[in-house]
């Protein structure tokens, strides 16, 4: 699953890989992402439960960052969590890098994109089978290219 997500990619799509940084200025990434992807890619917000329509894509096809184009999720790595926010039990290898965050009482695992270091989300360990992982990303985060 994980070294066939190119599969979902629709032929010809060109995207970017995470070996190809993207730095950008605080002021080209306002200028470049809508208010509320600038709030949570670049400044580690969170979007409010129950709004992404992510939420409800279910169509077979790729999950890129928002930020920069790199492919971080494909619709077989989804699942539906409950809690609001676009879930994964996995990710495409080498896109995300991790860091503990304590805006919260408890330590969390914070991710984000290796290639532009936008904020994705937090990752938790009461997903589903196989993995036990829930990738619990902003879906402003994300950018859907669906295959068909
Ligand atoms: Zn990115």
């Known amino acids: 699953m994980q070294s066939d997500w ?9 995207v970017p890989s995470a070996d190809e940084p993207l730095k950008l ?5 306002r200028k470049r992402l809508p208010g509320e992807a600038y709030k ?6 969170t979007e409010r439960a129950g709004t992404s329509p992510l939420n409800a894509e279910k169509r077979p096809g790729v999950f890129a960052c928002a930020g920069c184009g790199l492919p971080v999720f494909t619709s077989e790595m989804k699942y539906e969590s409950g809690t609001g926010w676009p879930s994964f039990f996995t990710s495409i290898p ?10 919260l009482i408890y330590p969390r695992t914070e991710y984000h994109c290796k290639r532009c270091g936008g904020h994705h989300g937090h990752l938790f360990d009461d997903g589903p089978p196989p993995t036990g992982q829930r990738w619990c990303n902003n879906g402003v985060s994300l950018k859907f290219i669906p295959k068909g």
């Open 94 to 103: 080498g896109v995300f890098e991790t860091k503990k965050d304590f805006y």
């Open 25 to 29: 200025s605080d002021d080209e990434w």
């Open 6 to 14: 190119k599969s979902f990619l629709a032929a010809g799509t060109a």
């Open 40 to 45: 949570v890619l670049r400044k580690e917000g």
